[in-house]
């Protein structure tokens, strides 16, 4: 795992979206893995400030997001396609055919949409780079404690504590769904590359069994050891718990002075 500590989450954002630049500048028809929540809005602000001062172009570019609410309605303000469409697909050239959030469209049975995902991210060729936050106790997508290292995109129940982390998103409790459709965790691990974000201390103990601790379905972020190329871009208060945070920034160290050398031979 290559293991970046930035001063704070504003370089956190910086760093993720020059990621995605790179990406698309490289392979302009790319597939990206998205997420939503906290975590990459800044990133996502960065990347549209970058495409409207340079020539970047989304559209080629083909996204999956991670995960979506069940019961409730694409056009809902609090459905993950709503934020996406405000945070990040309204303000760029993409596509919107091109976008796919695992939604369960009006008459489908939820059992089937993860199989259908599953297929459609397969006829795209796969995902070249996925984006991931992580939540307080591990979750990736919304892969809880507990979820089968070997899942792929299904139903799944959220934890009384995921709930009441996003509480503040609804109304009222009773409008808040219990239920999600998720990308599963072999499916996040299918992807070609991986770069998963966190800032903020409420995610530091999630960051340091994840990267530190055994690889378990009680913190399924841990699969990511298992994982040839995963970069975690952390601020300082979310890299806090790390023990061999000092190690992880001397790599950092040396890969940049290898780089130089390789580009001064
Ligand atoms: C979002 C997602 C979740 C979040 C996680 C962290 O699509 O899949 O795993 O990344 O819950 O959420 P924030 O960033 O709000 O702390």
């Known amino acids: 795992m290559d293991i970046v500590i930035l001063k704070d989450s504003e ?5 993720g979206a020059r990621a995605l630049q790179d990406l698309l500048t490289k ?3 790319a ?4 997420a939503t929540g906290r975590t990459p809005l800044a990133m996502y602000r960065q990347l549209v400030a970058a495409y409207e001062k340079s020539s970047m172009s989304f559209r080629d570019a083909t996204t999956f997001n991670l995960d979506e609410y069940l019961g409730i309605k694409p056009a809902d303000p609090q459905s993950y396609r ?4 405000r945070e990040l697909f309204d303000d760029i050239d993409i596509e919107m055919s091109n976008t796919h959030l695992p939604e369960c469209v009006a008459g489908e049975n939820p059992l089937d949409v993860g199989p259908r995902y599953e297929e459609e991210i397969r006829a795209r060729g ?15 997508g919304f892969n809880e404690p507990s979820s089968s290292l070997s899942s792929r995109t299904r139903v799944k129940t959220l934890t009384r504590e995921t709930i009441a982390n996003n509480r503040e998103y609804f109304d009222d ?3 808040q769904p219990q239920l999600a459709i998720t990308m599963g965790i072999a499916t996040i691990m299918d992807a070609n590359e991986i770069l998963l974000l966190a800032t903020g201390a409420e995610k530091a ?3 340091r ?7 378990s379905s009680m913190w399924p972020a841990s699969i990511l050891q298992m994982h040839e190329r995963v970069t975690v871009l952390l601020d300082e208060s979310a890299a806090s718990a790390l023990e061999k945070r000092d190690y992880y920034n001397w790599v950092q160290d040396q890969k940049r002075l290898l780089l130089a050398q390789i580009e001064n031979s």
């Open 126 to 140: 796969g995902i070249d780079l996925q984006v991931l936050g992580i939540g307080q106790n591990g979750h990736i």
């Open 209 to 215: 069994q994840s990267i530190e601790g055994p690889v």
């Open 27 to 29: 392979k302009p028809d």
């Open 205 to 207: 103990e999630a960051v």
């Open 82 to 85: 709503s934020y996406m469409q």
């Open 11 to 15: 370089q956190v954002a910086v760093a």
């Open 31 to 34: 597939v990206l893995g998205l």
């Open 173 to 175: 409790a009773a409008s």
